[in-house]
């Protein structure tokens, strides 16, 4: 798909910036209405099971949200798979949304020559590219889907989900759980965006290896 041949609607643009924000996680910590415009927010988060006290002042956790604890086998399997359901169907709405307002060929358009010679994908990819970033699962299941419309080929897609598997949800994980040692590195002198720029190095780094992995791949069958 080449940038000349893509005709985009004025208000692909728009629908483009505004799915970029959405699953950037940029509001995130919004209140008010712009909180509104976070992916992870509309997500929400699911309830915890616990007893409440005879006076209904005491609220005691008993497990962290309704797949409660200890569970193992398929029961528990099937229980976290009803997990990953909202995220997946919420960012596959959006996306189709996104795609019926032209903002996937807005992304073709100005990330072609950005993505292509980076990690060889189409810049198509872009808004799953920044969804990815944020939630694993909405990268995903948005990468599936532009694989399932013939957006991108086999290829395309194995560079992709590698880039996305090195340090899945990136700014999500790394805000999170990274948070731990945030003041470690403050005692050492680290600036903290230093190691999610490497973070950042070294996913382009794997989705290159896997680049030339399908270039030799695609030799040897052929």
Request: hydrophobic content about 50%; charged content about 15%; overall charge neutral.
């Amino acid at each position: 798909m080449e940038n000349q041949q893509i005709q985009v609607k004025w208000y692909g643009y728009i629908a483009l910036i505004v799915g970029i924000l959405f699953f950037s996680g940029v509001f995130a910590d919004s209140e008010g209405a712009l909180g509104a415009l976070d992916f992870g927010n509309i997500l929400g988060r699911f309830g915890s099971l616990g007893s409440v006290s005879e006076y209904g002042t005491e609220y005691v956790t008993l497990a962290g949200d309704f797949r409660g604890t200890g569970g193992a086998g398929a029961r528990d399997g099937f229980l976290f798979a009803l997990t990953l359901l909202p995220a997946v169907l919420l960012a596959l709405g959006c996306v189709g949304v996104i795609e019926h307002l032209d903002g996937l060929n807005a992304a073709a358009k100005l990330m072609n020559p950005i993505l292509k010679p980076l990690i060889g994908i189409p810049g198509v990819t872009g808004l799953a590219l920044i969804g990815s970033l944020q939630s694993a699962d909405a990268g995903a299941s948005m990468t599936a889907g532009l694989y399932e419309r013939g957006l991108i080929n086999d290829k395309e897609r194995l560079i992709f989900t590698q880039f996305q598997f090195t340090a899945g949800g990136t700014l999500t994980n790394f805000l999170g759980s990274g948070a731990a040692m945030f003041p470690y590195l403050a005692i050492i002198g680290v600036p903290i965006l230093l190691p999610m720029g490497l973070i950042f190095v070294f996913k382009f780094i794997a989705a290159n290896m896997m680049r030339m992995f399908t270039l030799r791949l695609m030799k040897e069958v052929a």
